[in-house]
Nanobody, 115 residues
Framework: QVQLVESGGGLVQPGGSLRLSCTAS????????MGWYRQAPGKQRELVAI???????NYANSVKGRFTISRDNAKNTVYLQMNSLKPEDTAVYYC?????????WGQGTQVTVSS
């Protein structure tokens, strides 16, 4: 089993920044992928960004150039640096950990972008 603990959400004004963190504990196997997804009210959960344990990244077009995903393999932690935030970035952000053949989700952290 794998447990994921997220932190860093909150309320920020448009144009502001936030940094999300997610730490995995338990049965951590490689290779794996860690990532962030988000779900806004009334919408489906969507991919934001993912990163492999080798450092390969992939981003949703809507966040390219504004968000940066990174990870510390020694700490089993993934980060999401979010800059130039927009009201449409408002959502619950979920961390996901994917070793081969499995998937684990965090509890979610609310990000609200509003003036």
């Amino acid at each position: 089993q794998v447990q994921l603990v997220e932190s860093g959400g909150g309320l920020v004004q448009p144009g502001g920044s936030l940094r999300l963190s997610c730490t995995a504990s338990g049965s951590i196997f490689s290779p794996n992928v860690m990532g962030w997804y988000r779900q806004a009210p009334g919408k489906q959960r969507e991919l934001v960004a993912i990163i492999t344990n080798g450092g390969t990244t992939n981003y949703a077009n809507s966040v390219k150039g504004r968000f940066t995903i990174s990870r510390d393999n020694a700490k089993n932690t993934v980060y999401l640096q979010m800059n130039s935030l927009k009201p449409e970035d408002t959502a619950v952000y979920y961390c996901k950990f994917q070793p081969r053949g499995s998937a684990y989700w965090g509890q979610g952290t609310q990000v609200t972008v509003s003036s």
